[in-house]
């Protein structure tokens, strides 16, 4: 059973810059949800998708954005790329059941792709 | 808004001796809590989870976590360190669908683990 993946493993991009970063989901979930952690800190939420449109949103500017494709893969864009974008990129699933539930998801996480920003 | 403090950001401890690393989570309703192990380059792992029932869980490689409400603590747990254990762990609150949170996690910064041989 696959797990989530996360595509490209690092990046290396110039200020100004746009860079895209793909996830695939774990077999069987339907939620991903994005989050950035920078050096030293933990994990800070982005955003999360279901059903193909963004369900919930942290503290990020609109240069974050993304997308969910009917395959439940996910896309995170981030325009005019900053210095301070620099960090590892974690892409996390859950999945459907748990919301039947009414519980909170188990998000299971991706190993990340670094992003350095130059 | 929900927030998790991690008082020890660096903890060393001697392989075989037990651990206990501290979490206290601030959040208006019932909690839904987690521990995550993230080993150097790496995404993070489950370790444990809470969600309602028995205060003491247990979880993978040896570890459990006991939830505190009356102290809003969720300490995790290990008798008995092995090498293999050093890395950097992350306490989670999660927000109850029933309050609308939309399961978004909010982790504390953090304890970095390391093990003397």
């Known amino acids: 059973d696959a797990g989530v993946t996360q595509s490209p493993t690092h990046l290396i991009k110039t200020r100004g810059q746009q860079v895209t970063l793909r996830c695939s989901p774990k077999s069987g979930h339907d939620t991903v949800s994005w989050y950035q952690q920078a050096l030293g800190q933990g994990p800070q939420f982005i955003f999360q998708y279901y059903e193909e449109e963004e369900r919930q949103r942290g503290n990020f500017p609109d240069r974050f954005s993304g997308h969910q494709f009917p395959n439940y893969s996910s896309e995170l864009n981030v325009n005019a790329l900053l210095l301070g974008d620099s960090a590892l990129y974690l892409c996390?699933?859950?999945?459907?059941?748990?919301?039947?539930?009414?519980?909170?998801?188990?998000?299971?996480f991706g190993p990340g792709t670094r992003l350095t920003v130059l | 808004a929900q927030s998790v403090t991690q008082p020890d950001i660096h903890i060393t401890v001697s392989e075989g001796a037990s651990l206990e690393l501290r979490c206290n989570y601030s959040?208006?309703?019932?909690?839904?809590l987690f521990w995550y192990v993230q080993s150097p380059g790496q995404g993070l792992q489950l370790l444990l989870k809470y969600f309602s029932g028995d205060t003491l869980v247990q979880g993978i490689k040896g570890f459990e976590a006991e939830f505190k409400r009356s102290q809003s603590s969720f300490n995790l747990r290990k008798p008995s360190v092995h090498w293999s254990d050093a890395a950097e762990y992350f306490c989670?609150?999660?927000?109850?669908?029933?309050?609308?949170?939309?399961?978004?996690?909010?982790f504390g910064t953090g304890t970095q683990l390391k093990v003397e041989l």
């Open positions: 959040y208006g309703a019932t909690p839904y």
């Open positions: 996390a699933s859950s999945s459907p059941g748990q919301l039947a539930l009414r519980r909170t998801d188990t998000q299971y």
């Open positions: 989670a609150v999660g927000a109850s669908i029933l309050t609308g949170g939309g399961n978004k996690l909010t």
